[in-house]
Every structure is written in C-alpha cells, then in structure tokens.
C-alpha cells in the first residue's frame, strides 16, 4: 500500500516506521506549511492518506482525501464536535474515512472491560465514578480522546444520569449529577488512562499505560489496510473485532 502522512510529528513519524516494516511505501509526509499543489500531489500517488496532525485542519484533509477519491484514517483528536457534519458529508460523497481516538488494540479492548466494570458495580448502592488520564506536556487536546470516548460509553452504555465535568470545577464540590475526569500533563508520558470506582467498602481502578507510541501506530495502519476500497465513514471497532477473531501477534 502506498501510504501519504497528513503531520509528519511524534506520530506521524511512528507510522512511517511501523508501516514500513510491514512492507508499505510512503509517498510523502505533510507539514502544516505544505502548500495545496504538495497536498494534491501527495494524495493523487497515494492508495490511504494517514493524518495525525491538528483538529484545526481536520476538515482541509477530509475535503483533500474526497476530491482525490482516496482512503483517509484519521488519528487526530480533539474536533468531536465536527464530526457529525463530517460524517454526513463523507456519507454523501461516499467517501473513505476511518477515525479513533486511539488505534491501540489493547486501549480498546480495556475500554470495553472498564465499560462492563462500571456497569456491574454502579449498579450497586453508594458506588461512584471518575476518569483519569495522563499525557506529555505538548498534546494539544484535553481532556484526550480516550477519555472523552470512556466517558461517552459509560453515559451512553449505563445510561448514567451524570455528566463528565470537563473540567472539574474549582470550587471543590462536584455537582452530584457530573463525575469527575481529571488531566494531568507530565514530562513525556506516552498516554495512561484510568478508570476509578470508589464503593462504600472497596476502590477497584483498571489502568492501560502505553510504553510507545508504536502501539498506536500499527492500529492506524492495520485500519489504513482494512479501510482500502470500502466506502463509508467507520470506527476502529470493525478492523478491532477482525484482528481480536484471528488472534493475530501485534
Ligand atoms: N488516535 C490515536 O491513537 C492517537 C495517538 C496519539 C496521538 N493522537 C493525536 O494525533 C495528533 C498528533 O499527535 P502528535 O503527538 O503526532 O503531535 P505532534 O508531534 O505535534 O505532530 C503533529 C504534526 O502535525 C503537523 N500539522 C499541524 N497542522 C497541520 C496541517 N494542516 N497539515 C499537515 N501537518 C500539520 C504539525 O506541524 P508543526 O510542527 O508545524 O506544528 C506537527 O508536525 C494529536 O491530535 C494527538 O492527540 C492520536
């Protein structure tokens, strides 16, 4: 597969190693200051277009990906509130576009165990909820995608009648209808997140800390790999659950 990075930064960098030992070629890697004529060129050589660059530009490369007619996976967070208007214009366009807050395998799996965990021990009386999550000072977004997605599910899926707090308010009392999901910025800490359950009589917490950037990096080229020639705007959830059924080494 012929590969083009939209930001070639921290992660745009992890891909090019990652999808290079899997054997794909990268046609060209673009920078914020990449001029139209670069951009066009770029995606007319490539088959999938791979973009962790900044949510500013996200719909520039959502439009650069539709008029080229090419598959774009999408790794930026941080333009959830565009995303339905993206989604509806990628659907009309028909469109090739993939997008996750996070591309590792195991981040999705342990947002599928934190899920069920709440769901079992909210249920119970006098038990409570909050999220944590820790990044390097230069993420741009907060709180991450990932948390911003754990919490959805655990709205969504509980039908929990608390809203996150983004952020927590300062006056040290959290309304009874938020709970809380905390940030902190520390050195150059790859991403950790975590799911915390206080109950009358026991804390129980579930913690995914990544080691490299790698792991999200081979989760966007699986998805650039799985997305060439479907049409549609999709989730990580459909490539997750065919890697997870062929128990693949990753
Ligand atoms: N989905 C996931 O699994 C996952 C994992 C990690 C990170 N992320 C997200 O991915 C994004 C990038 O993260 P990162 O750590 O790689 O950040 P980074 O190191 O700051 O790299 C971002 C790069 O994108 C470039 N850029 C900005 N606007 C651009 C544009 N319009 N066209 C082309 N390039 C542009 C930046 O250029 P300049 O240097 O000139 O500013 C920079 O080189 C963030 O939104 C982050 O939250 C997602």
């Known amino acids: 597969m012929r590969i083009g990075l939209i930001g070639y930064g921290r992660m745009g960098q992890a891909i090019e190693r990652v ?6 070629e990268i046609v060209g890697a673009l920078h914020r200051d ?50 339905p208007d993206i989604e509806r214009q990628v659907r009309a366009a028909q469109g090739s576009v ?40 230069g993420k741009a977004d907060a709180p991450s995608g990932t948390a911003r997605a754990l919490a959805t599910r655990l709205q969504q899926t509980l039908s929990l009648p608390r809203e996150a707090a983004y952020p927590v308010p300062t006056d040290n009392r959290l309304p009874a209808n938020q709970f809380a999901v905390g940030v902190l910025r520390l050195g150059s800490e790859f991403g950790t997140h975590r799911l915390l359950l ?41 490539v997750l659950n065919e890697i997870l059924a062929h128990k693949e080494e990753h």
């Not at 996750?100 to 079992?120: D, E």
């Open 19 to 24: 999808a290079t030992a899997r054997g794909h």
């Open 198 to 238: 206080d109950g009358p009589y026991d804390w129980v917490e579930i913690t995914h800390r990544a080691k490299s950037r790698d792991g999200f990096a081979y989760g966007a080229v699986r998805a650039a790999e799985w997305l060439i020639g479907r049409t549609g705007f999709f989730s990580f959830q459909e």
């Open 98 to 137: 993939l997008y996750a807050p996070n591309f590792s395998i195991a981040v999705q799996v342990f947002l599928r165990h934190a899920v069920n965990l709440a769901a079992q021990l909210l249920q119970l009386d006098g038990w409570d909820v909050a999220i944590e999550e820790i990044h390097h000072r």
């Open 34 to 83: 990449a001029s139209t004529i670069e951009r066009e060129a770029v995606a007319q050589q490539a088959d999938a277009l791979i973009d962790f660059s900044h949510a500013d530009a996200v719909p520039e490369h959502v439009n650069l990906a539709l008029r080229a007619g090419k598959s774009l996976v999408i790794g930026t967070t941080g333009w959830d509130a565009l995303r």
